[in-house]
């Protein structure tokens, strides 16, 4: 492993430069491209004025080709499931826009054309009686689902698809669904994959239970500072309320009934001046821009609702200045604090005694030992965090150029050829929960990386098929989904990781404990020092942070480059799945760029899948993958001496072939 070599202060100081360096140069660009960005769009809008303009930007939109789409698709296996499947698509598209739209780009913007003639029958496809001449059975449904998978989906229609097919398993009928959508379409209309299902599920027996993902919860969301930042627009808002209720002649009439002060036109001035920002922040979300006579008018009509004018400025100076005026208001200031001083400052301070001497301090709020106990303890705690975050800032420059350019130097391609763009899919068998926790326990692993170390076992299989040459590394992606955003709208935004899966370790060959030993190190190494590129990861996913910031040509070449080098997208689904009818699923996130292959983790039940989707070039080898894992968990089961559960006679499930796929 290459690294920015140093002592500690030479590298804190390094970080510290690219941050003062990168900070601005990025504030800069987002100003920039945020201004390119509207008007290219409101060019759109011009020249196109029937379309639909998709005004958010991506890094999935921006990787988008034309021979490699973001399609995201969902298996589904289970019982009853294609009754319904039409009506509940007929319900469904006519509540949503853009399901009866299609997708195109103009000028590098993508938009939606509605469709003249919507049919859902163009995107509901029935399987046939046979495939190949044969019935589809256990034996055969991998091959038809990837051949169903390696057709692009029709650029007339709307970019989704539901495929039913009706299968045979030992002579009775099953039903399997397979959901394919483009990215853009799922995340501008809020739906999730299994939306395009009827299926039925209840949140209330949802079980909430944390999982123990690696890839997830890398620090702790900050609590204090939100805390802290409600707590303070509660008080300002209150101090606010009591200001405008004493000073705004709207409220009160009768301030300007007599001749005021510069204090008090000073006053109305601030309230003029803020309810003015207030409403150009309304307006310039309502518009999109704002013109400077829109604003003069703001101003104008905001100063004549409380007679706010040059004429009542220069009487509040005159007043204010007039000697037998300054006179009174020094005599009045005077008396005032001649009465605080004497009178009210010892019962001030005998009531901030008795706060200090009561537990319950929240019995006298006006205290200023109540402000302190309720705004010291979180402020020490928000500059923790504040620290916290700032380090996580100040480190990130140099912590990405090191992870995601000089480690691993080493090319490790999973494929060689160039991609076709169409993608084939294969899953394993189901490995039972129970087996890969008790190789957890005895070995001090999570789950997750013992079924890491079954794909890195795998990987090697598939790298001995197909005539490639065994790196020592194979650099991948990982990203953490919960099963209720398969299912349920989920908004929760997670981050990516990159992590080096070995192939080859230093000691022994083809060992599978060293193998996970290596895999727990790497784990460990990527959550300590990559909590930055979470974060930036997870902005983006949420409010586009990234792509906001840098232009989408450079991004564009950037991200080809580094999908060059972490050449396989890894997804880990976890969680409890109370959904009605479902017995198996399996999610593929779309590999897009230069990434080769994209392999999801998928916990359903008591039961882990392997799901695999490459480009349709790597087949049949894809299914080697697949048809390996189950076998490499038990071999590492049977290595660490950990007893197998007890055999049960397998269901006539078609997610659990009995005969390898493609072979």
């Not at 991998?142 to 698809?161: A, C, E, G, H, N």
């Not at 501008?188 to 009827?198: R, S, V």
């Not at 580094?562 to 396989?568: A, E, M, V």
Request: proline letters at 5%.
């Amino acid at each position: 492993m290459l690294g920015l070599a140093g002592s500690p202060m030479v590298n804190l100081g390094l970080s510290f430069a690219l941050t003062t360096l990168f900070v601005p140069l990025l504030l800069i660009a987002y100003i920039v491209m945020t201004w390119m960005r509207r008007c290219r769009i409101r060019f759109v809008k011009w020249k196109y004025p029937d379309y639909i303009v998709v005004e958010e930007n991506s890094i999935r939109s921006i990787l988008d080709q034309g021979r490699n789409h973001g399609i995201c698709t969902l298996l589904v296996q289970g019982r009853s499931l294609v009754k319904g499947v039409r009506n509940h698509l007929a319900h469904l598209t006519s509540t949503r826009k853009l399901l009866k739209s299609a997708l195109f780009t103009r000028w590098g913007v993508y938009v939606w054309k509605e469709l003249d003639y919507f049919s859902v029958d163009d995107h509901l496809a029935n399987s046939p009686c046979s495939y190949r001449g044969r019935p589809i059975t256990e034996n055969n449904i991998q091959d038809y689902i990837s051949d169903v998978t390696s057709k692009f989906l029709p650029k007339r229609l709307s970019p989704w698809q539901v495929h039913v097919v009706n299968c045979f398993i030992r002579g009775e009928e099953s039903q399997i669904c397979l959901v394919r959508a483009h990215h853009l379409l799922l995340r501008q209309e809020h739906l999730t994959l299994a939306d395009f299902l009827p299926l039925k599920h209840s949140t209330d027996n949802w079980t909430c239970q944390e999982s123990d993902s690696p890839f997830t919860n890398l620090y702790t969301q900050p609590s204090a500072l939100p805390r802290l930042r409600q707590m303070l627009i509660e008080s300002f808002s209150n101090y606010w309320n009591d200001f405008l209720y004493n000073n705004d002649p709207t409220e009160r009439p009768e301030i300007l009934k007599k001749r005021i002060g510069i204090v008090q036109c000073v006053k109305i001035g601030a309230i003029v001046l803020v309810c003015t920002l207030k409403e150009l922040t309304r307006q310039y979300r309502k518009s999109e821009g704002l013109k400077f006579l829109e604003l003069w008018s703001i101003v104008r009509r905001e100063s004549s609702k409380r007679n706010f004018n040059v004429r009542l400025i220069r009487n509040s100076i005159t007043k204010s200045f007039n000697p037998l005026d300054f006179f009174y208001t020094c005599v009045a200031l005077s008396w005032y604090v001649v009465i605080t001083s004497f009178l009210k400052t010892p019962l001030l301070l005998a009531r901030e005694l008795r706060a200090l001497q009561s537990r319950h301090r929240h019995y006298y709020p006006d205290t200023l030992i109540y402000t302190l106990s309720c705004y010291l303890p979180l402020v020490l705690q928000a500059i923790r965090e504040t620290v916290s975050i700032s380090w996580i800032v100040v480190t990130a420059p140099k912590i990405i150029i090191e992870e995601l350019f000089l480690k691993h130097p080493q090319s490790n391609r999973l494929q060689t050829i160039s991609p076709c763009g169409r993608k084939v899919v294969a899953w394993s068998e189901k490995v039972d929960v129970e087996l890969v926790r008790k190789i957890a326990y005895v070995t001090g692993a999570t789950e997750t990386e013992v079924l890491l170390a079954a794909t890195v076992d795998a990987l090697k299989e598939y790298f001995r098929h197909s005539a490639i040459s065994v790196p020592e590394d194979v650099l991948a992606t990982v990203k953490y989904v919960s099963q209720r955003a398969v299912f349920l709208r989920n908004h929760e935004a997670r981050g990516i990781l990159c992590l080096a899966l070995p192939t080859r370790t230093p000691l022994f060959h083809d060992d599978l404990i060293e193998i996970l030993q290596v895999i727990q190190q790497n784990v460990h190494d990527a959550r300590s020092r990559q909590r930055a590129i979470y974060a930036i990861t997870a902005a983006e996913t949420s409010c586009g942070l990234i792509s906001s910031c840098i232009p989408s040509v450079v991004l564009k070449l950037l991200l080809n480059q580094l999908s060059k080098r972490y050449s396989l997208c890894l997804t880990h689904v976890d969680g409890d799945l109370p959904v009605e009818g479902v017995d198996g699923a399996v999610y593929w996130r779309p590999p897009q760029g230069n990434c080769n292959m994209s392999m999801t983790l998928h916990r359903h039940g008591n039961g882990v899948r392997l799901g695999v989707m490459g480009d349709a070039l790597i087949g049949p080898q894809h299914f080697i993958v697949t048809r390996t894992f189950p076998n490499s968990v038990k071999n590492l089961a049977v290595v660490l001496g950990v007893p197998r559960a007890p055999s049960r006679s397998p269901s006539p499930n078609p997610l659990n072939p009995t005969t390898s796929p493609g072979y």
